[in-house]
């Protein structure tokens, strides 16, 4: 199984910045790709951004392009986000999100979320 850990949620001021981390653990698995979602209450939760270990290659929705900005070090397999001129209805629980093969197959991971509120 794997285990992911986030933290660096919190409140910050509009405009202000945030990084988000998540760590995966557990034993012999291969992370394929992590990502961040993030949901408000009565709304289904929705893709921020996603980075494929083997290529580089991210996805933005978009309306987080050209503020936040995913990156990994897979060598710790930790997913981060980096935060930038952020907005009230950025405001939201971010959840890490991962998938992994593990022996012979592939299961998808989530983690415990973190608040991230956005108001002066």
């Known amino acids: 199984q794997v285990q992911l850990v986030e933290s660096g949620g919190g409140l910050v001021q509009p405009g202000g910045s945030l990084r988000l981390s998540c760590a995966a653990s557990g034993s012999s698995f291969r992370i394929n790709f992590m990502a961040w979602y993030r949901q408000v209450p009565g709304k289904a939760r929705e893709l921020v951004a996603r980075?494929?270990?083997?290529?580089?290659?991210?996805t933005y929705a978009d309306s987080v392009k050209g503020r936040f900005t995913i990156s990994r070090d897979n060598a710790e397999n930790t997913v981060y986000l980096q935060m930038n001129s952020l907005l009230p209805e950025d405001t939201a629980v971010y959840y890490c999100?991962?998938?992994?093969?593990?022996?012979?197959?592939?299961?998808?991971?989530w983690g415990q979320g973190t608040q991230v509120t956005v108001s002066s």
């Open positions: 999100n991962a998938e992994a093969v593990v022996g012979i197959r592939t299961f998808n991971y």
């Open positions: 980075i494929f270990s083997s290529s580089d290659k991210t």
